[in-house]
């Protein structure tokens, strides 16, 4: 071959290798074939210090990224759907990004978030949806529990996830269907044991100690996201700080008498002027929770939707991030504590998204100090109605899920590059 061939050749892949400059994960409904798995690349990719950009309502919130070979190689084998671009294709989408036309953003996200789930020791992943998907689209978390709590390890950590707990002490209302099933007996005495070996005389003021440092967490800068029963329980026991609210069963002495009366509504994160359920064995923690007044207004399956909020994309990129989706209509799903009371919700909480039909938010959004945490209600986006020993979801079968999307947008915002505010 000429030497004129071997140069005309090196100009050609130069070409080529300069044309295909940018990867493009589209996350728009019909455009990709396993939403929950790009977000798995996308944390990836950050892992190994790629830059990466979150196109906030474009394509559904579509992620760009360097064109590279591991990343093409990494979408094949994860079933990610990918686009090519050539700089001058990147280019005239972020220019149609910022123009002050379009209600869209681009945000760059710097370094994969450390991520913490607290969850009891021998938990399965399918117990908790935050773990099944986390673990769906291979992204690495530490699982931790009130021991590394209370000893100050969630420092160590930038997201922390709740997992379906009681942070009241009453061993999640189970004591009117499960007081003789052998797990409920075997739960209450790892518990108890637990909080004795921790300096505490009864769950329910070691379970607090916990919710005050997840607290602390969060004032101090930290992203703090829970599900269920998890979210009211929480605030709960805040506003209780100092108030005995169990009866007998749960630890061993009488409540204190007028117990209502003395909930501190200033001292929880999200929720204000509710009334704690008195019944040891009903299945509920207060009215916040919309369960129950499901099944008076009869809120059909088929109806059983919540919408997600309209955000604007320049001027609010934070609740915008949190609603990416590629569609803005989400199919409901039950759990302890399903949705939210609409006036047991604080004015200074963001309402992300909400089922019209029964005045339920679904979906908040705040801060505290200088850290956020959002709520979200219902126990598995893909299992309508979860019951104790119930078979796990298969996300297999809804790499598309939309309910599920919004999880792992919570996984990656806290990776946004922070603006400087505007003066």
């Known amino acids: 071959m000429t030497l004129k061939k071997h140069i005309y050749i090196l100009l050609l892949l130069f070409s080529f290798s300069s044309y295909a400059s940018f990867i493009l994960l589209p996350m728009e409904a019909e455009g990709q074939q396993n939403h929950l798995k790009a977000y798995g690349i996308t944390y990836w990719a ?17 992620f760009l990224l360097p064109d590279d070979n591991a990343i093409r190689r990494e979408c094949q084998i994860r079933g990610v759907t990918f686009e090519v671009l050539s700089d001058g294709n990147a280019n005239t989408i972020l220019e149609e990004i910022s123009s002050p036309s379009q209600n869209m953003e681009t945000v760059v996200l710097e ?49 922390l996830h709740l997992h379906h707990e009681d942070f009241t002490g009453q061993y999640g209302k189970f004591f009117g269907s499960y007081r003789n099933a052998p797990w409920y007996i075997e739960q209450k005495k790892e518990a108890e044991n637990l909080a004795k070996k921790l300096g505490y005389n009864k769950v329910s003021e070691e379970k607090r100690a916990v919710a005050l ?30 108030v005995d609210i169990c009866e007998p069963m749960f630890d ?9 009366t003395k909930i501190d509504y200033n001292n929880s994160l ?18 916040i929770d919309t369960t ?7 809120v059909p399956f088929e109806q059983d939707y919540f919408t997600l909020m309209d955000f604007s994309a320049k001027w609010d990129p934070i609740p915008t991030m949190l609603c990416q989706n590629h569609t803005q209509l989400v199919k409901g799903f039950m759990g302890q504590t399903t949705a939210f009371e609409g006036d047991r919700i604080k004015s200074n909480v963001l309402r992300l998204g909400e089922n019209k039909i029964n005045g339920e938010a679904r979906y908040i959004h705040g801060t ?41 947008n919570n996984v990656l915002f806290p990776a946004a590059r922070k603006k400087k505010q505007k003066t």
């Not at 935050?130 to 950590?157: G, H």
């Not at 129950?292 to 009869?298: F, L």
Request: glycine share 8%.
């Open 111 to 159: 370094k994969a978030p450390k991520i913490a789930v607290y969850t009891p020791k021998g938990k399965q992943p399918w117990d908790d949806a935050v773990t099944m998907v986390l673990t769906y689209a291979e992204i690495p978390y530490t699982e931790i529990y009130d021991e590394e709590v209370l000893s100050d390890q969630l420092l160590l950590y930038d997201w």
């Open 46 to 62: 950050l892992e190994k210090n790629y830059k990466v950009s979150w196109l906030l309502n474009y394509r559904g919130g579509s």
């Open 292 to 298: 129950d007044d499901r099944v008076n207004k009869k």
């Open 213 to 242: 440092k997840i607290r602390d967490y969060v004032i101090g800068g930290g992203f703090m996201f829970a599900m269920c029963s998890a979210t009211d329980s929480f605030d709960i026991a805040l506003a209780a700080d100092g």
């Open 270 to 287: 999200a929720f204000k002027d509710f009334i704690l359920e008195r019944k040891p064995d009903k299945y509920e923690f207060s009215d």
């Open 252 to 260: 061993g002495d009488p409540s204190e008498a007028n117990y209502q």
């Open 368 to 408: 505290k100090g200088k850290g956020m945490f959002t709520f979200y209600g219902g126990h598995d986006p893909e299992d309508y109605q979860h019951f104790v020993g119930d078979s796990p979801t298969v996300l297999d079968l809804h790499p598309n899920s939309p309910g599920y999307r919004l999880i792992l």
